[in-house]
C-alpha cells in the first residue's frame, strides 16, 4: 500500500505525456548540465543539447581522443627506451625535458619575431639597433597602446586610431585620384599638389 502514490505519480506523469528523465544534454555529477559544454555547443542557446548539437559535442570529443591516443603512441615511440608499453619515470623525465626546450624555443621564436617588427617600425636610421630616440618613440606607442586598451576594456566600446596615435576618421589621407584639376593650357589632368 505505501507504494501506491510512488506508482499513481508515476503513471500520472506518463499519461500527462512529462518526461521522467532527460537524455537531451550531458549532465554533470550533480544533474546539471554542464555550463562549458552548453556555451560551446547549444547553438540555439535553449539550455539543452539536441540531437545535432549532442553529435557536435560528441564528434569533438571522439577528435579530442583520437589526438590523444596519436599523442601517446607518438610518445612511446619515441621515448619507450625499453619497450614495455608505458613510460618510466625517467622516460617520461625525458619528455618533459623535451617539452621544456620546444615551449623555450617557441617562446624565443616569438620573442625574436617582435622585435625584428619593432626594428622594422622603429629604426628610422636603418642600422639594426634602436637608439635612444627610437627606443622612446616604441616605448612611447607602447604606452599608448596600453592606456587605450584599459580604457576600451573600462567603456566597454571600439577604440579608435587617435587613441593609438593614428589620424583620426575625419583627417584621413584622401586616395590619389580624387584630388584632380584641369591644367586649362595643355588640357591634360594632373594631380594636385597637396
Request: one cysteine or more; proline letters at 4%; hydrophobic letters at 40%.
Given at each position: 500500500?505505501?507504494?501506491?502514490?510512488?506508482?499513481?505519480?508515476?503513471?500520472?506523469?506518463?499519461?500527462?505525456?512529462?518526461?521522467?528523465?532527460?537524455?537531451?544534454?550531458?549532465?554533470?555529477?550533480?544533474?546539471?548540465?554542464?555550463?562549458?559544454?552548453?556555451?560551446?555547443?547549444?547553438?540555439?542557446?535553449?539550455?539543452?543539447?539536441d540531437d545535432n548539437e549532442r553529435a557536435a559535442w560528441q564528434a569533438a570529443r571522439q577528435k579530442q581522443r583520437e589526438v590523444r591516443e596519436a599523442r601517446r603512441a607518438a610518445d612511446l615511440a619515441r621515448y619507450d627506451a625499453n619497450h614495455?608499453?608505458?613510460?618510466?619515470?625517467?622516460?617520461?623525465?625525458?619528455?618533459?625535458?623535451?617539452?621544456?626546450?620546444?615551449?623555450?624555443?617557441?617562446?624565443?621564436?616569438?620573442?625574436?619575431?617582435?622585435?625584428?617588427?619593432?626594428?622594422v617600425r622603429y629604426d628610422k636610421n636603418r642600422n639594426g639597433v634602436l637608439d635612444e630616440d627610437e627606443l622612446a618613440a616604441a616605448n612611447a606607442d607602447a604606452e599608448k597602446r596600453k592606456a587605450a586598451g584599459e580604457s576600451r576594456r573600462a567603456a566597454g566600446g571600439a577604440i579608435s586610431l587617435a587613441d593609438v596615435g593614428g589620424k583620426p576618421a575625419g583627417d584621413a589621407a584622401k586616395p590619389a585620384g580624387d584630388s584632380v584639376r584641369r591644367d586649362e593650357d595643355a588640357g591634360n589632368a594632373s594631380a594636385a599638389t597637396p
Open positions: 500500500m505505501k507504494n501506491i502514490p510512488y506508482r499513481l505519480i508515476l503513471c500520472a506523469a506518463a499519461l500527462a505525456g512529462l518526461p521522467l528523465f532527460s537524455v537531451a544534454a550531458p549532465v554533470a555529477g550533480d544533474g546539471q548540465v554542464s555550463a562549458s559544454i552548453l556555451k560551446k555547443y547549444d547553438l540555439n542557446h535553449d539550455g539543452t543539447l614495455n608499453g608505458k613510460l618510466d619515470s625517467a622516460e617520461r623525465d625525458l619528455r618533459k625535458a623535451d617539452a621544456d626546450k620546444g615551449r623555450q624555443v617557441r617562446e624565443g621564436e616569438v620573442a625574436t619575431a617582435a622585435e625584428a617588427r619593432k626594428l
